[in-house]
Nanobody, 126 residues
Framework: VQLQASGGGLVQAGGSLRLSCATSTSTISPVAIGWFRQAPGKEREFVAHMSWSTGVTFYADSVKGRFTVSRDNARNAVNLQMNGLKPEDTAVYFC????????????????????WGQGTQVTVSS
């Protein structure tokens, strides 16, 4: 699965951004699409994931109620709508695809994912 993330940028605290993860699934469809982020000097952190077939979503506690994952079937993409952004949300955001089967906790781990997009920078100013 090939992935390309876009939509990052600079926004003030309290603002919104929508990230998009375009997918190319010519030979195999993913089981799950995940969003992760990585701030400078920190480990890659789980943000959210979505089941490709059912659309069921799961969020990290730090973004629950502010971020929403949705699927754009027309564009074969998965979007991450981010509202109420905070300076601590500043990071490079990555989307990833998994072809492995597991439970929601499994998809919180980077090792569950087989393919990664290139990342897009999100900067939230205070």
């Amino acid at each position: 699965v090939q992935l390309q993330a876009s939509g990052g940028g600079l926004v003030q605290a309290g603002g919104s951004l929508r990230l998009s993860c375009a997918t190319s699934t010519s030979t195999i469809s993913p089981v799950a699409i995940g969003w992760f982020r990585q701030a400078p000097g920190k480990e890659r952190e789980f943000v959210a994931h979505m089941s490709w077939s059912t659309g069921v979503t799961f969020y990290a506690d730090s973004v629950k109620g502010r971020f929403t994952v949705s699927r754009d079937n027309a564009r074969n993409a998965v979007n991450l709508q981010m509202n109420g952004l905070k300076p601590e949300d500043t990071a490079v955001y990555f989307c990833a695809a998994s072809v492995q089967y597991g439970d929601p906790v499994y998809y919180m781990k980077p090792r569950a994912y087989d393919d990664w997009g290139q990342g897009t920078q999100v900067t939230v100013s205070s």
